[in-house]
């Protein structure tokens, strides 16, 4: 089983759709969880973390179910800059390496 | 502030021939470095990572290997590469011993002919 799993999509959406991801992972000791933003041929970039209780970030709700150990994004009224790949990453503790799922891709159109 | 300096951004490398990226970090110390290798249309694969000089810990077997040989240098290397060694490759940092998030190079385009 891989340790990171995600829908590849791609996801297509008119402009001011909401949209939702989700994120499954394997190892229950997993400690720390992020959404990751990746443009074409470009580095990723941190989109937010996810927190147990859920946090939100103006368009952006990321939100971590531990006994299910999955991980959802939803994003709201979407934009045409939203489209990227969304790389979903867990950590299982300190000094360890990010593990990442192989992303979903999001392709918003006017 | 911390930036994180990885070049180059693009190379083209023929079978056999040999590899060096470097990758430093300024403004913290003693970070966590990491080296990716995303190969076309897959995920991020991790390759190597490191907790200080001379700690290097190898995730993959592989045709490549790391180096630190200073606190906020990481080198990726081989001495004679493949055709499958192609990819975009990235070092990234986090600061020890916290679990937050970590922060990327632009990346380094290699194509391997």
């Known amino acids: 089983r891989k340790e990171v799993e995600q829908d590849p999509g791609p996801f297509n959406v008119p402009e001011g759709a909401t949209v939702a991801f989700n994120c499954t992972y394997s190892n229950s000791a997993s400690q720390s969880f992020f959404w990751y933003r990746q443009d074409c041929r470009k580095e990723p970039k941190l989109l937010m973390s996810?927190?147990?209780s859920g946090n939100e970030d103006g368009r952006f709700t990321a939100q971590l179910n531990r006994a299910s150990q999955y991980i959802s994004l939803l994003i709201r009224d979407s934009k045409l800059s939203d489209s990227a790949t969304y790389l979903c990453v867990v950590n299982y503790q300190a000094g360890t390496a990010l593990i990442f799922g192989k992303g979903t891709t999001l392709s918003v159109s006017s | 502030s911390q930036t994180i300096h990885q070049w180059p951004a693009t190379l083209v490398q023929p079978v056999g021939s040999p590899l060096s990226l470097e990758c430093t970090v300024e403004?913290?110390?003693?970070?966590?470095l990491y080296w990716y290798r995303q190969a076309a249309g897959r995920g991020l694969q991790l390759l190597f990572y490191?907790?200080?000089?001379?700690?290097i810990s190898s995730e993959v077997p592989q045709n490549l290997s790391a180096s630190r040989p200073q606190d906020r240098q990481f080198i990726l290397s081989s001495k004679k590469l493949l055709l499958s060694d192609s990819g975009f490759y990235l070092c990234?940092?986090?600061?020890?011993?916290?679990?937050?998030?970590?922060?990327f190079g632009q990346g380094t385009r290699l194509t391997v002919v």
């Open positions: 996810v927190y147990s």
């Open positions: 990234a940092w986090r600061p020890r011993g916290l679990v937050t998030e970590a922060f």
């Open positions: 490191s907790v200080g000089i001379g700690q």
């Open positions: 403004g913290t110390s003693n970070p966590n």
